[in-house]
C-alpha cells in the first residue's frame, strides 16, 4: 500500500521532465525548427541519394490534406477515436465495477 | 517513422510487402481465433487499439530540435502478441496513409514492418523472457513498451540505410546516420511512454484482472501480487 500511487507519481514527473525537457532544448538550440523527423530523415534520404528532394515522387499517387489545417483536423480525428474506444471500455469496465461492489 | 510515399525504390517496397503480408494473415488468423474463444477480450482489444490510435497522432518535440511520435503498440503485444498487433497498427497505418499523406501504399509494407511487426516483436522478446521471472510486472510492462516503441525506429533507420548505403561507409555508416535522426530523437519519448502506459496497465490490472488471467498475460499469482502493491 506505501506504493500505491508510485506509478501515478512516475508519470507526472516524466510528463513535466519532458515539457521542462522541450522548454530548455527550444531555448538553448539554436536553429531547432522541430520539424518532423520523417521529413529529416526524407532530407538525408536525398543527400545521401544525391537525388534533388522535389524529384522524389509518389510511386502510387495519393491524396494531401489540402491545408496544415485540414492535416491538425485529421490528426485530432485519428485521436479522438482512439480517445472513444479508451474512454468508452473504461467507462464500461468501471461501470462493471461499481456495479459489483453495489452488490 | 513513416516512410514517405516514393522514398523508398520499388524493389524494397517489395520485399517489405513480402515481409508484412503473411504477419498480417498470421494476425488476421488470431484475432479471430482469440475473439471467438473469448468475446470479452473485445474491449481489451479496443483500448490497447485505441492507444496506438492516440499515441501515433501524437508529434512530440525531442531533444535533438525535431518531433517524433510514440507508437503505443507495446500494450497490445503484451496482450495480444505481436502479429495482433500489426493487424492493429496496419489500420492506423493505412488511415495515415489514405487521409494524411503520412507514408503512403507502396511504403506501407516498410512502415508495418518496423511499428507493427519488429518493435512489438522485441517488445515481446522481452516479455516472454520476463513473464515468468520474479520481475516485477509493472518493470516488465515498463521494458517491453519502451523497447517497442525503440525498435520501431531502429528498423526504419535498418530499412533506409539497405535503400540508401553511403558512398563511404556504405550501409554501416547510413545505418549510424539515420539512427541519429530516429532513434535518438525517440529515446526521450519511449521512455516517457513506457511510464504512461504502465500505468494504463495498472488500472487495466485493477479493473479487469479476469480477462488478462485468461489471456494468459501474466500467471494468476503475479497478477494478484501486483493487484495488491495497487
Known amino acids: ?103 | 517513422m513513416h516512410i514517405m510515399e516514393g522514398f523508398l525504390p520499388w524493389q524494397w517496397c517489395l520485399i517489405w510487402w513480402i515481409v508484412a503480408l503473411p504477419c498480417l494473415i498470421l494476425g488476421i488468423y488470431q484475432l479471430k481465433k482469440v475473439l471467438a474463444l473469448d468475446r470479452e477480450a473485445l474491449p481489451l482489444l479496443g483500448i490497447t487499439g485505441g492507444f496506438i490510435f492516440i499515441l501515433s497522432s501524437l508529434k512530440l518535440p525531442s531533444v535533438t530540435g525535431s518531433c517524433s511520435h510514440p507508437t503505443g503498440t507495446g500494450l497490445s503485444t503484451i496482450s495480444f502478441g505481436p502479429w495482433i498487433t500489426a493487424v492493429v497498427c496496419a489500420i492506423v497505418l493505412l488511415f495515415q496513409s489514405l487521409f494524411l499523406a503520412h507514408g503512403g501504399l507502396s511504403v506501407l509494407g516498410a512502415n508495418i514492418v518496423s511499428m507493427g511487426i519488429v518493435g512489438p516483436l522485441a517488445g515481446y522478446g522481452v516479455y516472454r523472457l520476463l513473464r515468468n521471472t520474479s520481475v516485477n510486472i509493472y518493470v516488465t510492462v515498463f521494458l517491453v513498451t519502451a523497447l517497442a516503441d525503440m525498435f520501431t525506429y531502429v528498423t526504419t533507420s535498418l530499412e533506409l540505410a539497405l535503400a540508401y548505403p553511403a558512398e563511404t561507409g556504405g550501409f554501416a555508416s547510413s545505418f549510424i546516420l539515420f539512427m541519429g535522426i530516429f532513434a535518438v530523437t525517440q529515446i526521450p519519448l519511449a521512455i516517457v511512454e513506457g511510464i504512461v502506459l504502465t500505468l494504463v496497465f495498472k488500472y487495466i490490472l485493477m479493473l479487469k484482472p479476469d480477462i488478462l488471467i485468461r489471456l494468459k498475460v501474466f500467471s494468476e499469482e503475479k497478477i494478484n501480487a501486483a493487484r495488491s502493491e495497487c
Open chain 1, 1 to 103: 500500500m506505501a506504493y500505491k500511487y508510485t506509478l501515478e507519481l512516475l508519470s507526472g514527473i516524466a510528463i513535466v521532465a519532458f515539457c521542462a525537457m522541450f522548454l530548455y532544448t527550444s531555448a538553448t538550440m539554436s536553429g531547432a525548427e522541430f520539424a518532423g523527423s520523417d521529413n529529416v530523415g526524407s532530407g538525408l534520404i536525398a543527400k545521401l541519394s544525391g537525388i534533388p528532394l522535389e524529384n522524389f515522387q509518389p510511386l502510387i499517387s495519393q491524396w494531401e490534406p489540402p491545408s496544415g489545417e485540414i492535416e491538425s483536423c485529421l490528426f485530432a480525428l485519428q485521436a479522438a477515436v482512439g480517445g472513444i474506444l479508451v474512454g468508452g471500455v473504461f467507462g464500461f469496465w468501471f461501470g462493471q465495477a461499481r456495479g459489483r461492489t453495489a452488490e
